[in-house]
């Protein structure tokens, strides 16, 4: 899942179309409100504007405080998934919305439904709601800006997510965002993942294809490793 936070701004749609060409299978859009992180992105007008310039799902990471006032403006604007943050729901005390709300808010609108967890925030807290959500995001960085270092002391929560998806049976994709390269997708796929967010590993490369091709490659090669 390519991020397009680490893309060309002038031109959306050709970078976006050449990590298609690579073979990524969603488009990553972080959506930040320079409250809940200290930096500002993205909105419904991009998505939009994406869906015209790609056929691949396009999966809408809400870095924001409110995400129960923006989950409509997304799901109209063409967003396949809306991922969330556990901290600026009510568990958090920051908001009068519980994390169930907020994802039961999302399918209703007809996207899938994410829950996000800072760094700082334990496995636990994504336990009760993994049965009303279609993915788990572990962040591996501190949101807000892409191109910082992969986070290693976050893949025991990956872990622990991934022995209690699997343990219940649940259709819920375990999602890795921060630091993805070459180097770390193999550890986070070890630990668990089977979704990978990576924005200058992919943007930030040459051949943007080439770098999404070879990025699965590498995942692949390690899910299937871990298969036998
Ligand atoms: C942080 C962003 C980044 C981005 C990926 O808020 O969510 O994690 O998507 O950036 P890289 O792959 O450059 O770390």
């Not at 397009?4 to 701004?9: M, R, S």
């Not at 691949?56 to 989950?71: E, K, Q, R």
């Not at 986070?188 to 930030?204: K, Q, R």
Request: hydrophobic content about 45%; charged content about 20%; glycine content about 10%.
């Amino acid at each position: 899942m390519p991020s397009v936070l680490a893309a060309d701004f002038s031109s959306l749609g050709r970078s976006v179309r050449k990590a298609e060409k690579g073979g990524a299978d969603w488009i990553s859009v972080d959506v930040m409100d320079g409250h809940f992180v200290p930096n500002l992105s993205f909105g419904p007008g991009h998505v939009e504007a994406l869906t015209q310039a790609t056929g691949l799902p396009i999966d809408a990471h809400l870095m924001v405080s409110a995400p129960w006032n923006f989950i409509e403006a997304f799901a109209q604007a063409g967003a396949g998934m809306i991922v969330v943050h556990w901290e600026a729901c009510r568990g958090a005390g920051t908001s009068s919305t519980s994390p169930g709300a907020v994802l039961k808010k999302i399918r209703r609108s007809g996207a899938k439904a994410g829950l996000a967890l800072r760094p700082k925030t334990g496995a636990g807290k994504a336990l009760p709601y993994l049965a009303q959500a279609d993915l788990i995001l572990v962040m591996t960085v501190e949101p807000g800006f892409g191109g910082q270092a992969f986070m290693r002391d976050m893949l025991p929560k990956v872990k622990r997510l991934r022995q209690e998806i699997s343990k219940r049976r649940l259709p819920v994709w375990l999602q890795v965002d921060g630091g993805i390269d070459r180097r770390t997708a193999p550890l986070a796929v070890e630990s668990g993942a089977d979704a990978l967010v990576a924005g200058s590993a992919v943007f930030g490369a040459r051949d943007p294809a080439a770098a999404v091709r070879d990025l699965k490659r590498i995942a692949n090669a390690k899910w299937q490793s871990g298969e036998k």
